[in-house]
């Protein structure tokens, strides 16, 4: 997705976002979750209480600063153990998401269809009407909610990020190609229809405000996109509610038994995607902008049970279950402009395996 807006966004101020942290010595391991009351507030472990590698922290913080990093987390068991910022990036200043945030577009699809007001399994058309693509009509009926989740709308991913009409063109049939395209944007107009709200009301209501993601906004692109833009710590708070597979500190969010559709494979033909989410440890994977099937796993270097938001120039939310870990990473592209996965991922969780291996 383009990213290209007014300098003024990147640093608007989000309350509860402060870099000052309260030291934690209680090394109970059970899940904690930042308050919700606006403060700055959140617990922390350090290296040494987790029994890590002191020496390998130098040497990760030289490389996130080398490849352009802005802002880098780990938290354990919802406990902070690194909060590094860069570049002049700080607590309160604002990023984009670019791709990585699909998720929350997945996540809040889900949410709608909890509460009745969707069927996944229904055609997109059932929603927001038919027109909304320049695919012959029968083909277009074809194209349901499940399809632009996983993406299989069949339509033409050459055409870049517009999702006007005009720009959605058929190449074949919804469910026999995988294709990352923009299109899942109409997800969001999906909800808004349904739900008689604007998509970004729905969305901080059933969202953003139960994970206390305070602040941040959705920016609309002239390609017809939104792009959600946040502090490093939001970010950090949606990936401890997707480590805890959609509930926030006993309250559920989104149901278990959809948000372990979000992070299995969720069709035939790319192994290594769900709902919007990236899968790693699968026997082979597409990528975007690409027809050709690789084998392997997108991460060779990074844990086989990790899921990923992955976006545009290298923002990432990757979320460990076994190891009960999110790291979050915000900033400008590693190296090349990227659409999602980059050789900077599978260097830098050698650099994060250091920590404790």
């Known amino acids: 997705m383009k990213n290209h807006f007014p300098l003024l966004l990147l640093s608007f101020f989000i309350f509860g976002c402060s870099s000052d942290k309260n030291s934690n010595s209680n090394t109970d391991d059970s899940m904690y979750f930042p308050p919700n009351d ?3 507030t959140w617990e922390t472990k350090s290296i040494s209480d987790l029994g890590w590698n002191a020496n390998a922290v130098q040497p990760l913080l030289d490389y996130l600063q080398l490849k352009n990093t802005k802002s880098f987390m780990i938290l354990v068991n919802g406990r902070i153990v690194m909060e590094n ?3 002049g990036h700080s607590a309160t200043t604002a990023w984009y998401w670019a791709s990585a ?3 929350l577009t997945a996540t809040v699809t889900g949410i709608a269809e909890q509460e009745g007001f969707i069927d996944t399994n229904n055609k997109v058309s059932n929603y927001i009407g038919t027109g909304w693509t320049s695919a ?4 277009e009926n074809l194209i349901t909610c499940k399809h632009l989740l996983t993406m ?3 339509l033409d991913d050459a055409l870049g990020d517009d999702v006007s009409p005009a720009n959605l063109q058929y190449v074949s049939d919804a469910g026999t190609r995988w294709a990352y395209h923009n299109v899942y944007v109409k997800l969001q107009d999906v909800v808004a229809q ?3 709200q604007s998509w970004t009301n729905y969305f901080n209501t059933k969202l953003r405000d139960k994970l206390g993601m305070t602040g941040g906004l959705w920016v609309n692109g002239t390609d017809g996109t939104r792009t959600y833009w946040s502090t490093t710590r939001n970010m950090a708070r949606f990936g401890l509610m997707a480590l805890n597979k959609g509930k926030w500190n006993g309250t559920t969010v989104i149901n278990e038994s959809y948000f372990n559709l979000e992070t ?5 033909i790319n192994q290594s995607y769900g709902y919007l989410w990236w899968l790693n440890g699968k026997s082979s994977y597409h990528l975007p902008q690409s027809q050709f099937q690789f084998n392997g ?6 844990p086989s049970d990790m899921y990923a938001a992955l976006g545009k120039n290298d923002q990432k939310i990757y979320v460990i279950p076994s190891k009960k870990m999110v790291v979050i990473r915000m900033g400008e592209a590693a190296d090349t402009v990227n659409m999602a996965l980059s050789d900077f991922d599978n260097v830098l969780w050698q650099k994060i395996n250091a920590l404790y291996q």
């Open 38 to 40: 606006g403060s700055a």
């Open 85 to 87: 910022y860069f570049n």
């Open 101 to 103: 945030g699909k998720t």
């Open 136 to 139: 012959p009509l029968a083909k």
């Open 152 to 154: 299989t709308s069949g």
């Open 194 to 196: 349904v739900t008689g």
């Open 264 to 268: 299995t494979t969720s069709q035939a």
């Open 297 to 302: 796993n997108i991460i060779p270097s990074g």
